[in-house]
Nanobody, 126 residues
């Protein structure tokens, strides 16, 4: 089982940027895909984007072109760069590790992820 810890959330004005980081330990990090999800108050958790072990990425349509996910396997870290933020991006953001190693494509369903962080809050003001 991996431990996953997110950081980097905060308050930003619309149009601004934030960079979230996620550090995972307890697994062979480099062999697992990592996903980012978010949950706004009163809404279901939704997929934001993910990156496979070999750096294939996939994004939700709502963030495509604005958000970028990268990983640094030497530091067991995955990052979510968020640009052109909108008020509707306001949510708690969660990082999670895929249950299965060496998956060749990003999975968007949250049940495929087995280790979750505690979340970091992102608030975008209008």
């Amino acid at each position: 089982q991996a431990q996953v810890v997110e950081s980097g959330g905060g308050l930003v004005q619309a149009g601004g940027s934030l960079r979230l980081s996620c550090v995972a330990s307890g697994r062979t990090f480099s062999t697992y895909a990592m996903g980012w999800f978010r949950q706004a108050p009163g809404k279901e958790r939704e997929f934001v984007g993910g990156i496979t072990w070999n750096r294939n990425t996939y994004y939700a349509d709502s963030v495509k072109g604005r958000f970028t996910i990268t990983r640094d396997n030497a530091k067991n870290t995955v990052s979510l760069q968020m640009n052109s933020l909108k008020p509707e991006d306001t949510a708690a953001y969660y990082c999670a590790a895929d249950r299965m190693s060496l998956r060749s494509a990003v999975v968007t369903q949250d049940h495929a992820y087995g280790d979750w962080g505690q979340g970091t809050q992102v608030t975008v003001s209008s």
